[in-house]
T-cell receptor, first 114, second 118 residues
């Protein structure tokens, strides 16, 4: 069964600290993996998109890594800010028989305290 | 370039009624996908339309239906509303079919329609 699991479910950190969110997936065959940030009550906004041949991609203070062999990805946030408080969703897309489907994790709810 | 526009933003309906939600994709995008998001289930895929044709469908009952017009705008209809249909309904647009999956292109989400069924 194609699944995407994220951990932790929720995380609280102090402003200025770093944190790492995890995503494990079983989607196969795999096309690409995306990280989205979703503020409460709003639509998700794309942070990064990585194909199976990419190991790392950065977007400002956000750095995503991908290990296609172990089917794991992480999102590292550096020097967190209050505005980073949001849900971070890992999304995996398939190809071949699963082309056209996006598989969503349930997200990690990040809270940044001052 | 305008983003994905969903209307209305908020909606309150009673059980048994029907509702129609609208999504206008980014100009030039022909793929529109719909999702239901609830706290318990996360984001769940409803269906995708590309060039007025439904390409993919998730595991939702037939009460959920959609269509896409020649200008790529899409509507989603839910008939005989149930309390469990209360959710944030999101649409996403992409320039390629399959929500950009095979082409590694972006899928851009709208702000969603918050539907409350009472």
């Amino acid at each position: 069964k194609n699944q995407v699991e994220q951990s932790p479910q929720s995380l609280i950190i102090l402003e200025g600290k770093n944190c790492t969110l995890q995503c494990n997936y079983t989607v196969s065959p795999f096309s690409n993996l995306r990280w989205y940030k979703q503020d409460t009550g709003r639509g998700p906004v794309s942070l990064t998109i990585m194909t199976f041949s990419e190991n790392t991609k950065s977007n400002g203070r956000y750095t995503a890594t991908l290990d296609a062999d172990t089917k794991q990805s992480s999102l590292h946030i550096t020097a967190s800010q209050l505005s980073d408080s949001a849900s971070y969703i890992c999304v995996v897309s398939g190809r071949g028989s699963t082309l056209g489907r996006l598989y969503f994790g349930r997200g990690t709810q990040l809270t940044v305290w001052p | 370039k305008a983003g994905v526009t969903q209307t209305p933003r908020y909606l309150i309906k009673t059980r048994g009624q029907q509702v129609t939600l609208s999504c206008s994709p980014i100009s030039g995008h022909r793929s529109v996908s719909w999702y239901q998001q609830t706290p318990g289930q996360g984001l769940q895929f409803l269906f995708e339309y590309f060039s007025e044709t439904q390409r993919n469908k998730g595991n939702f009952p037939g009460r959920f239906s959609g269509r896409q017009f020649s200008n790529s705008r899409s509507e989603m209809n839910v008939s005989t509303l149930e309390l469990g249909d209360s959710a944030l309904y999101l649409c996403a647009s992409s320039s390629t079919p399959g929500q950009g999956a095979g082409m590694n292109t972006e899928a851009f989400f709208g702000q969603g329609t918050r539907l409350t069924v009472v």
